[in-house]
């Protein structure tokens, strides 16, 4: 059995999306942030995105803590496989300028389980959520060498907005993308 879907704040169902027999995505409960947090940073780190010495990873590890975005869990029985972040518009947005648009932050599965489609049911159960908070533009940011995650967001319809890289430090440019959903707007 799965873990049972948790009401998130905006009270919108958390979606199940099944993986095999047993791998669900869900809200993160706020007592597995840390978890999540350090399994962000065990992503980044095994394939080279994240310097040992980089001042990235506290922000990485942190993301959500302040319950200003939808962290999202896939799961199986009995671990946190991956994750993933739907963060609304704010002032702070990497990319999001107005309140319809959002970013998606910190795509990350642990190691072990890469390569069994864990990452393309989190970004699809993300782009549901920014869609079920009609989010009319999603966006994100990625590192020029994250080939793995380019390749689920090309798929998943997203494209490139080269004007919109940016640079969080010197020497360092992220490369924007984005996805035009089509959600209803109140009328
Ligand atoms: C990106 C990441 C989340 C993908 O997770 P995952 O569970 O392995 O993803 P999936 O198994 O669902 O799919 C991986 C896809 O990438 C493809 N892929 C893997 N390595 C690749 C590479 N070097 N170049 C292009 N595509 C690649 C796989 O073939 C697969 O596509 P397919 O299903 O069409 O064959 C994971 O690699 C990760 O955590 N990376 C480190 C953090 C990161 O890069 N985050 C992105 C932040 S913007």
Redesign the pocket.
């Known amino acids: 059995m799965g873990h049972p879907p948790r009401l998130p704040s905006g009270g919108i169902p958390a979606r199940l999306c099944p993986l095999g027999n047993d791998v669900v995505v869900r809200d993160a409960q706020p007592g597995e942030l840390p978890e999540v947090g350090a399994l962000?940073v065990a992503?980044?780190r095994?394939?080279g995105?994240l310097p040992p010495a980089s001042v990235y990873a506290g922000a990485l590890r942190d993301l959500g803590a302040d319950g200003d975005g939808d962290v999202l869990v896939?799961v199986d029985e009995s671990q946190i496989?991956?994750t993933?972040m739907l963060e609304r518009w704010r002032p702070s947005s990497e990319l999001a300028c107005q309140p319809d648009e959002a970013d998606?932050?910190?795509?990350?599965?642990?190691?072990a389980?890469?390569?069994?489609?864990?990452?393309?049911?989190?970004?699809r159960a993300v782009i549901d959520r920014a869609a079920a908070r009609r989010v009319r533009h999603l966006f994100?940011?990625?590192?020029p060498?994250?080939?793995?995650?380019?390749?689920?967001?090309a798929?998943a319809g997203f494209t490139r907005i080269p004007d919109r890289d940016w640079s969080p430090v010197p020497g360092v440019t992220l490369l924007a993308y984005g996805l035009l959903l089509d959600t209803p707007q109140p009328k």
């Open positions: 962000r992503a980044y095994a394939h995105f896939a496989l991956g993933i998606i932050r910190a795509l990350a599965v642990a190691p389980a890469q390569g069994r489609g864990v990452g393309r049911i989190l970004l994100l940011s990625t590192q060498a994250m080939a793995a995650a380019q390749h689920l967001y798929a």
